[in-house]
């Protein structure tokens, strides 16, 4: 094996393992209460999701503020956020049209 094929090999693992170590992990606390004895559900990931950009900003100043609420039932909290956060942030979907061409 030459030189170039073992450093884009190795390349390719340090990129890997990059990857995976940034994957998200189970959420032991999703399912149960929080404090106020509440779950949160697909409306409040939702609106979690569109006021994303401005906790976001306030949680870079203040431990009180998380971005996410981690007492959740699951997928469709998951599924709130990301559709709130697409719906504020742009979501890509001007985007995927592309520019017409005018000849």
Not at 96 to 103: F, L, Y
Request: proline share 3%; hydrophobic share 50%.
């Amino acid at each position: 094996m030459g030189f170039q094929k073992a450093f884009w090999l190795g390349l390719v693992c340090v990129a890997g393992l990059l990857l995976v170590g940034c994957a998200a992990g189970p959420n032991a606390l999703a399912h149960s209460a929080g404090p106020d004895g509440r779950i949160a559900g697909f409306w409040l990931g939702l609106w979690h999701g569109f006021i994303c950009p401005v906790t976001f900003i306030i949680s870079l100043f203040s431990d009180k503020v998380h971005l996410y609420e981690v007492h959740n039932n699951g997928g469709w909290y998951d599924f709130g956020f990301v559709l709130g956060a697409c719906m504020i942030l742009g979501g890509g979907g001007k985007s995927a049209c592309g520019k017409k061409s005018t000849a």
